[in-house]
C-alpha cells in the first residue's frame, strides 16, 4: 500500500525507495490513508560521499560502476560464484 512520509505527506508507494533528509529530526511521521502499507525503515550516519548506481550496483564514480561491470562479467573479485549461483525462494 502507500505510505505518506513526514508533516507534507510525501507519498510512498509501493516497491519505491524513499531518501529522507538530514534534518536533525529524531523522528519521521508514517501514516497511511485507507490501506495497510509495509515499509523498512534503516537508519545510519549519512556517509556523504558521491553515489552513483547502476542495476544492482552501487559505487562512488563511474568508473568503479564501469570496473564493477567488468569484475561481474569474469566473475572475479567478489564474484567468483556469482555464475552459477541460484536462489532458493525465488
Not at 529522507?20 to 534503516?42: C, M, P, R, W, Y
Not at 542495476?55 to 569474469?74: A, H, K, L
Amino acid at each position: 500500500g502507500k505510505a505518506y512520509i513526514g508533516d507534507n505527506e510525501f507519498e510512498g508507494n509501493a516497491h519505491h525507495t524513499l531518501t529522507l533528509s538530514e534534518d536533525g529530526a529524531e523522528t519521521v511521521k508514517i501514516q497511511t490513508k485507507d490501506e495497510n502499507a509495509h515499509f523498512v525503515l534503516i537508519a545510519g550516519e549519512p556517509l556523504k560521499e558521491p553515489i552513483v548506481q547502476h542495476g544492482p550496483f552501487v559505487m562512488n564514480t563511474e568508473e568503479e560502476i564501469y570496473s564493477t561491470f567488468v569484475d561481474y562479467q569474469y566473475g572475479q573479485n567478489g564474484f567468483e560464484r556469482a555464475r552459477n549461483w541460484h536462489s532458493t525462494i525465488a
